[in-house]
T-cell receptor, first 116, second 115 residues
């Protein structure tokens, strides 16, 4: 079955440390890829997206993500984490075709805790 | 500022009640979606609508129905609420055209508790 997997349920980092959140998908074709962030009590905010072209994409709040076709991965990175980055992060994909057309499918989410 | 508004932030209902969750968007978007969010499961699609009066089942439609009589409003209906429907419900909308370059806009969510 087609799926999106975020292997890490919870990650803890110190403020100022680098961050990498993992995302893997199991679709046959290259899907459209997204990362969203959800702060406590808030809705989802789009961090960045990848459709085609340069496999390293830049987003808001200093985040970037790299698409690796060979690994079916789209990992999110930030070189230096701020306390305000503590939130839950979701990887999501869209399949462009068939009965799944336009549907945004989410991974399980990764909760990020930032220590001072 | 464009937005998706969910009528209730918190809702407590009794088992067996018919529950309506309302979502309104002011962006003239064609597509609208209802998701439920549960810890460790991420967001799962319940129903979606490509346009007015059109609806499609998502991944977990059982126990739910939807209504879209006007473009700006998409309602999620729990015909007979059960405790396993206690969850956070998120509405989203999306403008069609130009592939998927237009993103999804999410509401702030409705936390429903069924007792």
């Amino acid at each position: 079955a087609q799926s999106v997997t975020q292997p890490d349920i919870h990650i803890t980092v110190s403020e100022g440390a680098s961050l990498e959140l993992r995302c893997n998908y199991s679709y046959g074709a290259t899907p459209y890829l997204f990362w969203y962030v959800q702060s406590p009590g808030q809705g989802l905010q789009l961090l960045l997206k990848y459709f085609s072209g340069d496999t390293l994409v830049q987003g808001i709040k200093g985040f970037e993500a790299e698409f690796k076709r060979s690994q079916s991965s789209f990992n999110l990175r930030k070189p230096s984490v701020h306390w305000s980055d503590a939130a839950e992060y979701f990887c999501a994909v869209i399949l462009a075709g068939g009965t799944s057309y336009g549907k945004l499918t989410f991974g399980q989410g990764t909760i990020l805790t930032v220590h001072p | 500022d464009v937005k998706v508004t969910q009528s209730s932030r918190y809702l407590v209902k009794r088992t067996g009640e018919k529950v309506f969750l309302e979502c309104v968007q002011d962006m003239d978007h064609e597509n609208m979606f209802w998701y439920r969010q549960d810890p460790g499961l991420g967001l799962r699609l319940i129903y979606f609508s490509y346009d007015v009066k059109m609806k499609e089942k998502g991944d977990i439609p059982e126990g739910y129905s939807v209504s879209r009589e006007k473009k700006e409003r998409f309602s999620l209906i729990l015909e007979s609420a059960s405790t396993n429907q206690t969850s956070m419900y998120l509405c989203a909308s999306r403008r069609t055209g130009s592939g998927f370059s237009y993103g999804y806009t999410f509401g702030s969510g409705t936390r429903l508790t069924v007792v």
